[in-house]
């Protein structure tokens, strides 16, 4: 993991769940020249910047503020060339992710999840970004939502984004896995507020989700920026849940209530698809979904112990062979 130190890092949606934890774990952990945080919402840069003051994180040999807070959006093209100037990694947080919220504004998420993916594709080959790394979701995988398909473009661009960039050396790859445990818009919340009410609203008794922690989540989404040659999709091994012992955890002594699913749900969650597995490795705690290229090989990560998979395979929420208990969910959201 030392490539990171005395690299310039920017990460996108760096507001967010996921960025302020990743920018907690790379300035507690590593030494990056600059870390820049990229998102569009000044009243949160601020109140992050009350957090993690940038007069508080100095380049030792330098002596300047390696922490910068840089408004922008991933809609705004010539914006992100002027916040990727010199950078060295990219990670790709930013999106519009409410499934209810995409179902009714479509528009909006293409712009964000779809065009943004493409402008950041672009900025990043332009100004000499070495290696980008795009978050994903399980609802990309066979998608039956708006998030979902503008999840999944995504992903297909940025994988074909290693041959837009030809000679250049800038790579990219994507991250894929499922709920995370409270980041925004998690079910969570939600129960414990029900939980006043003695009734808990469960879209479907059957439902099954993957879930992964936010520390998990940037833990893996470095190791990949480490591991990755460019074209991968990383999907890490993590555990199932059912929603129904999530609600009995949070509140064991309350009434469920099936108030049937919302517009663009699943029942359960896939992370790779039977299509997908045909060209995907297996390793001890993730798997790697392989691109099509005519020129890629694989011999890298076979030489690492990566795996096929057999005929059939599929990797989805309700099939997985790790669940979370509901004392394990209970430990896990409890305040």
């Known amino acids: ?102 179902e009714r504004n479509p528009f909006e998420a293409i712009q964000t999840n779809v065009m943004g993916a493409e402008n950041i594709i672009n900025a990043a080959i332009d100004c000499g970004v070495k290696r980008v790394v795009a978050l994903s979701t399980d609802k990309a995988a066979n998608p039956i939502n708006l998030y979902g398909a503008t999840k999944l473009c995504s992903d297909k661009l940025f994988i074909s984004g290693n041959s837009y960039a030809g000679w250049k050396d800038t790579r990219f790859s994507v991250v894929r896995y499922g709920n995370v445990i409270g980041s925004r818009g998690s079910v969570i919340p939600l129960f414990k507020e029900k939980k006043e009410t003695g009734v808990i609203p469960i879209t479907d008794p059957r439902m099954t989700r993957f879930w992964i922690t936010l520390e998990q989540g940037v833990r893996f989404v470095l190791k990949c920026l480490d591991l990755s040659e460019g074209g991968e999709i990383f999907v890490p091994k993590i555990p199932s849940m059912k929603l129904v012992d999530l609600a009995n955890a949070i509140a064991p002594d309350c009434r469920h209530e099936i108030v049937g699913i919302r517009p663009g749900e699943k029942i359960h969650e896939v992370l790779v698809t039977e299509d997908d597995a045909r060209h995907t490795l297996e390793f001890d705690d993730y798997f790697i979904i392989q691109p099509e290229f005519h020129w890629w090989t694989s011999k890298v990560h076979t030489a690492n112990g990566g795996k096929p998979l057999s005929e059939g395979f599929i990797y989805a929420s309700n099939t997985n062979d790790r669940w979370l208990s509901v004392e394990e969910l209970a430990n896990i959201t409890k305040d």
């Open 1 to 102: 993991m030392s490539i990171f130190n005395g690299k310039t890092i920017l990460v996108t949606g760096g507001t967010g769940s996921f960025g302020k934890k990743f920018v907690e774990i790379i300035l507690k952990e590593y030494k990056p020249e600059k870390l820049i945080v990229f998102s569009r919402d000044e009243l949160k840069q601020f109140e992050m910047s009350q957090v993690f003051p940038g007069k508080n994180y100095r380049f030792p040999e330098r002596d300047y503020q390696c922490l910068r807070y840089f408004i922008g959006d991933v809609r705004d093209k010539d914006r992100l060339y002027r916040a990727f100037y010199g950078v060295d990694y990219v990670i790709h947080a930013a999106a519009l992710k409410q499934v209810p919220a995409c």
